[in-house]
C-alpha cells in the first residue's frame, strides 16, 4: 500500500504543479519560464520529502527492518509514473503518433524544463538526443524519495526528540 501512496503523492505533485504551471506560463519571459520550473520541480520535492518522513517515522516506531530496500520500493515507484510515460513517448516518436503533449501534463513538474529540451508540442519534433535527455528526469523522485527516508531512519533529519 505504500508503494502505490508514493505513486498517489507523485501524481498530487502533478496535479498541484500543472495549476502552478498554467498560471505562471501567461508570462513568456525566461525569468518566468525559470520560477515555474523550479516551482514545479520544488513541488515535487515537497510532497515526497513530506511522504518519506511520514513513512520513515512510521517504520522507526515500528521497529521495521530492511530500510534500504524500503527506500529503494519508494524511489522506484516514485519514478514508475515517469518512466511510464518516457516510455510511450519513445514508441511515441518511433511509431509516429503524438504523445509528447500529454507526458508533458502527465509530469507537469517537469513542464517548464521539457519545453526547454523541446518546446514544440509534437512528438515528431523529438530526436533522439532530446529523448535520451529527458531520461535522467525519471530519477529525480527516485532521488527525492530514497534520500530523505534514509535521512530520516538514519536519524539525521527530522527526528523527533
Known amino acids: 500500500m505504500r508503494y502505490f501512496k508514493t505513486i498517489c503523492m507523485v501524481m498530487a505533485a502533478d ?7 498554467f ?5 513568456s519571459s525566461a525569468a518566468m519560464k525559470t520560477v515555474s520550473g523550479i516551482c514545479g520541480v520544488g513541488i515535487l520535492a515537497v510532497i515526497l520529502v513530506n511522504y518519506s518522513i511520514v513513512c520513515a517515522r512510521k517504520d522507526i516506531k515500528d521497529k521495521a527492518a530492511g530500510a534500504a530496500g524500503t527506500a529503494f520500493l519508494m524511489g522506484a515507484s516514485a519514478s514508475l509514473p515517469y518512466l511510464v510515460s518516457w ?9 509516429h503518433f503524438q504523445f509528447y503533449r500529454a507526458h508533458k501534463l502527465i509530469n507537469s513538474y517537469f513542464l517548464q524544463i521539457l519545453n526547454l529540451i523541446e518546446p514544440d508540442p509534437s512528438s515528431e519534433a523529438l530526436s533522439g538526443g532530446e529523448l535520451l535527455l529527458m531520461l535522467p528526469l525519471a530519477l529525480v523522485p527516485a532521488l527525492i524519495a530514497c534520500i530523505s527516508y534514509l535521512l530520516v531512519r538514519k536519524g539525521l533529519i527530522f527526528t523527533e526528540n
Open 87 to 95: 516510455a510511450v513517448l519513445a514508441l511515441s516518436v518511433r511509431r
Open 23 to 27: 498560471t505562471l506560463a501567461g508570462s
Open 15 to 21: 496535479i498541484f504543479a500543472l495549476f502552478v504551471g
